[in-house]
């Protein structure tokens, strides 16, 4: 016996037998049986990633749909880029399932079939025959369903171009394809309304056909429907060009007013009158204080809205909320006769919260945005400049009231509930304070004072001092040591009220001989 690089060669045999043949982890299945001794169909010998071209080499349709990304092969992303032995795995004898497929739990999703509306119920067996490969299913419609078609094969057996897989009965023709297109109103029409029988023969395709029983005219047109009315509109509404055939065009709100609503006689057994009041005196809502002029304000397009030019033809310029205010709400008596005050007082008597204090002349403060917008007052007109923290405070903080007359302008009539001293140090909180922020504060006492603190009175607390609440504005204390300090002497001292000529500012308890 010879063994050479390809196999083993056996004095005797046709062939070599290849040496893979030899540790053959197990028998093929059934289906790959003949090549179980043709090891080099499926594999290359040093070349694991070979197998899959030649599996492709026996396999030419599955080759196919990987090239052109078609089927399952080519489409399902769980068989991108993965071995053919991943799923179809050889050598484990030969009843061995190749396919290895779970009908129950396979996503059909993943073929060029997807199963959707009435097909999601569908047996699999239904479509894919037993003895048959499963890319050899019926793909059209006409395959499974020729036997339901109740049309008879009259319109072929495209079914797909009418019918769709969630309702089969819910039909989308394109019948713009047939001799009669629909147009308009035509779409929203259903087929039965038309096609009385399923096998669709030529049906009539004039207008009176199919709407002589909504003819109102009673056949005085003689059939002659498409003269006023379109399938672009509804049956009521019509086409009919009113401007060359009776010089009063249709624009605005009359465009889509019926012809009954005017013509209430018949279309030619009255003379309608042109003007605005010959149809409008009732929504006439003047009660005839303008005459018949209806045009003068009003238009076509609509009743309820006019085009009076306020600004132009008055002295009284119609600007921010007064571009929506009503007529009515100004004008209450006859429009023609009435001379109104322009004043904004005239009319906004009722809305002034103020009641009077601050005048008449309410545009100081507001304008016609609104009347309860933002104020535009410059407080820096008044003897109070709002600065820092007290121009970002609302008015309604200071000014309780809507009068604006009764607030102080010294700090402690807003800020007596915040003054932590308590009124020792008087009521002129800015000696210390500023409206930047009232926390914070510098006082210098020996510039702002006649009485300079040194020693241990530079360290001193304000409140050690000044220790009771003041009447006045000032807070005055006496600048003699014996004010603050008679209660600290040891013992009742026979120099006098005169403390400085043995102690001194560093510590009252540091004494030394008087000079």
């Given at each position: 016996m010879l063994v050479t690089a390809a196999g083993v060669w056996a004095p005797g045999d046709a062939q070599a037998v290849p040496v893979e043949s030899f540790v053959m982890p197990g028998k093929l299945a059934i289906k790959h049986a003949r090549l179980e001794r043709q090891c080099t169909k499926c594999h290359e010998p040093f070349d694991k990633a070979a197998q899959d071209r030649l599996c492709l080499a026996c396999h030419k349709d599955v080759g196919a749909d990987l090239d052109e990304k078609h089927g399952y092969h080519g489409q399902a992303s769980v068989v991108q880029g993965r071995p053919c032995k991943t799923c179809h795995g050889e050598h484990k004898g030969r009843g061995a399932d190749l396919i290895r497929l779970d009908r129950e739990k396979f996503d059909h999703r993943?073929?060029?079939?997807?199963?959707r509306g009435g097909h999601v119920r569908v047996r699999c067996d239904d479509c894919h025959a037993p003895g048959k490969r499963f890319r050899e299913a019926p793909s059209h419609c006409s395959d499974c369903h020729a036997r339901k078609d109740p049309h008879e094969g009259s319109v072929g057996l495209a079914c797909a171009n009418c019918h769709e897989e969630t309702v089969w009965k819910t039909v989308r023709f394109d019948h713009n394809a047939a001799a009669f297109r629909l147009e308009g109103r035509h779409r929203e029409a259903r087929c039965e309304g038309c096609h009385k029988t399923k096998?669709?023969?030529?049906?009539?395709?004039?207008?009176?056909?199919?709407?002589?029983?909504?003819?109102?005219?009673?056949?005085?047109?003689?059939?002659?429907?498409?003269?006023?009315h379109t399938p672009m509109r509804k049956w009521r509404a019509t086409e009919f060009d009113h401007l060359r055939k009776t010089k009063f065009p249709l624009t605005g709100r009359h465009a889509s007013t019926s012809c009954e609503k005017c013509h209430r006689d018949g279309l030619a057994a009255e003379r309608t009158a042109t003007n605005c009041h010959g149809c409008h005196e009732r929504n006439d809502g003047h009660h005839g204080q303008f005459g018949r002029t209806c045009e003068t304000c009003h238009t076509p397009a609509e009743w309820r809205r006019h085009t009076f030019e306020h600004d132009r033809r008055t002295r009284f310029a119609l600007r921010g909320r007064h571009t929506e205010a009503r007529c009515t709400g100004c004008h209450r008596g006859a429009l023609q006769a009435e001379h109104l005050d322009r004043s904004c007082y005239a009319c906004h008597r009722e809305d002034d919260v103020h009641h009077g204090r601050e005048g008449t002349r309410c545009d100081k403060c507001h304008d016609e945005r609104g009347w309860n917008r933002d104020v535009l007052f410059d407080h820096d007109s008044t003897q109070f400049r709002l600065l820092d923290s007290h121009a970002r405070i609302a008015c309604m903080q200071c000014h309780v009231s809507r009068t604006f007359k009764e607030v102080a302008r010294d700090c402690a009539s807003c800020h007596q509930k915040a003054d932590v001293h308590r009124n020792r140090l008087?009521?002129?909180?800015?000696?210390?304070?500023?409206?930047?922020?009232?926390?914070?504060?510098?006082?210098?006492?020996?510039?702002?004072?006649?009485?300079?603190?040194e020693g241990a009175h530079a360290k001193a607390k304000c409140e050690a001092c000044h220790r009771e609440p003041v009447v006045d504005r000032m807070a005055p204390l006496s600048p003699r040591c014996v004010s603050c300090h008679e209660g600290d002497s040891v013992r009742r001292c026979q120099r006098g009220a005169e403390c400085e000529r043995c102690h001194e500012m560093s510590s009252f308890r540091v004494a030394h001989a008087p000079e």
């Open positions: 993943l073929t060029d079939r997807p199963l096998k669709f023969k030529p049906t009539a395709s004039t207008c009176y056909a199919c709407h002589e029983r909504d003819d109102k005219h009673r056949g005085s047109f003689a059939g002659n429907c498409q003269s006023c008087g009521g002129r909180c800015g000696n210390c304070h500023n409206s930047a922020a009232w926390q914070t504060w510098k006082f210098d006492h020996s510039l702002q004072t006649k009485y300079r603190l």
